[in-house]
């Protein structure tokens, strides 16, 4: 039966004590804000430091100290195929074959790597399909791949916008325009969520649509990865990326991911070649002629960032042990839980507090996006001098995020009554 909300300590409180993964938040070390922990809402944008990382770091260090280079083979997790440690997991995380995975570079190299091999404009079919206002590398990256083959970005790379009145888009709006464009479409690559308005979409219907026009489908996952339950073999996407720093708490800057569908493995598709995608058994070789590993380590050029794939590997554990199952169901309560509370404060203040994100739990992940109408960043500045760690977009959205592994129903009670307080006490 649908859950009762309520806009009380002890409700919020008796959820958080019948949590089955409320355990996971104290594996997190939380920023603290006059020596309390803050109310930590901005893992959609750096998640938290696990407790184990500084250990997964020292054992590097400490093994780098007494091998040297022999730690690539003799380390208590061998560097030379560190990443491998670390390929299941990502399998489990974003619904995949383990040999569509590999943990790689970064976010944006993975994309323009992937678009090698993706995007291949060809007469007529050049043009890119996206949401309107990707996340900004995103768009420079096609801008960029569109210029390179020598077409023109303004012609060749289409955002779907939303109705008029609407801040998000309507997936039949986005099929729509896949089929308008028919032949022309090279590539429709979507973020997983959007970063701004915190709409998830839907991948496996967008995918269906590019295939029937023969475009290919690829998506950026970086607000998807760790948010949503993901099932890219079984929506059929052609490839993916993602970071590892927001919802994986990896860290900074840490390793990223990258996704091929198990049908294009193998394939001789073009791409940029490295050694360190070079078929493992023969790579001491140093062979001339580069022979790809049959996975999609083939699209991996170099070696293995070691410091940041060990915390990777730390925070993926985490994922393991929880299960992206039973953390999509709790953050589809905790989002709902903030859902309630923000309409419980718009109602007491009588300001008018606009989530732009869909109301509907398919369409979104963790992240509301709020339109604070007749407030700027100073209401966003007061809620931070509070202890409240969100997010600002401009122009005027202030973002959200209870996430699952460490957050709480009490994180969200607290907040509203802090948004509530700054909001009655100009």
């Not at 995380?93 to 976010?107: F, K, S, T």
């Not at 026009?213 to 970086?222: M, N, Q």
């Amino acid at each position: 039966m649908p859950v009762t909300f309520e806009n009380t300590l002890a409700f919020a409180q008796a959820r958080d004590a019948a949590d089955p993964l409320r355990a996971f938040r104290a594996e997190f070390l939380f920023p603290k804000h006059n020596g309390h922990d803050v109310l930590y809402f901005t893992g959609n944008s750096l998640g938290l430091q696990p407790r184990g990382a500084a250990d997964a770091l020292k054992q590097e260090l400490d093994d780098w100290a007494r091998f040297g280079v022999e730690g690539h083979f003799q380390a208590k997790h061998p560097w030379y195929s560190y990443h491998e440690e670390i390929t299941p997991s990502l399998a489990r995380l974003v619904g995949a074959l383990p040999e569509e995975v590999v943990a790689m570079n970064q976010l944006t190299s993975n994309l323009h790597f992937l678009m090698v091999s993706f995007y291949r404009p060809d007469g007529k079919r050049r043009k890119i399909l996206t949401e309107t206002r990707p996340f900004p590398s995103d768009t420079y990256a096609f801008a960029s791949q569109i210029a390179f083959h020598g077409g023109d970005p303004e012609a060749d790379l289409v955002e779907v916008q939303p109705r008029a009145g609407e801040h998000t888009l309507r997936t039949e709006d986005i099929v729509a325009k896949i089929n308008e464009l028919g032949d022309a479409l090279a590539l429709v690559c979507f973020g997983g969520v959007n970063f701004y308005t915190g709409q998830a979409f839907d991948m496996a219907a967008i995918t269906k649509a590019a295939h029937a026009v023969g475009a290919i489908a690829g998506f950026d996952l970086a607000h998807a990865a760790g948010n949503l339950h993901l099932k890219l073999h079984d929506w059929d996407v052609d490839f993916a990326c993602w970071c590892s720093y927001k919802y994986l708490n990896s860290g900074p800057g840490s390793v990223a991911g990258a996704f091929v569908h198990q049908r294009h493995l193998g394939k001789q598709l073009p791409l940029f070649a490295g050694w360190w995608g070079h078929d493992k058994s023969e790579r001491f070789k140093m062979e001339r002629t580069f022979k790809p590993m049959p996975t999609a380590e083939a699209w991996q050029v170099s070696n293995a960032p070691v410091f940041s794939m060990a915390v990777h590997r730390v925070a993926l554990e985490l994922f393991d042990r929880a299960g992206i199952a039973q953390l999509r169901a709790k953050s589809e309560q905790l989002t709902a839980y903030l859902a309630f509370i923000i309409a419980e404060v718009e109602k007491a203040t009588g300001t008018r507090l606009e989530v732009i994100t869909p109301n509907d739990p398919a369409q979104r992940g963790c992240q509301l996006s709020i339109l604070a109408h007749g407030h700027g960043k100073a209401l966003f500045n007061r809620i931070t001098e509070r202890g409240v760690i969100a997010d600002w977009r401009e122009p005027n959205v202030i973002r959200v995020a209870p996430v699952p592994l460490y957050n709480s129903f009490e994180d969200v009670y607290r907040f509203g009554g802090i948004l509530k307080d700054v909001l009655s006490n100009p």
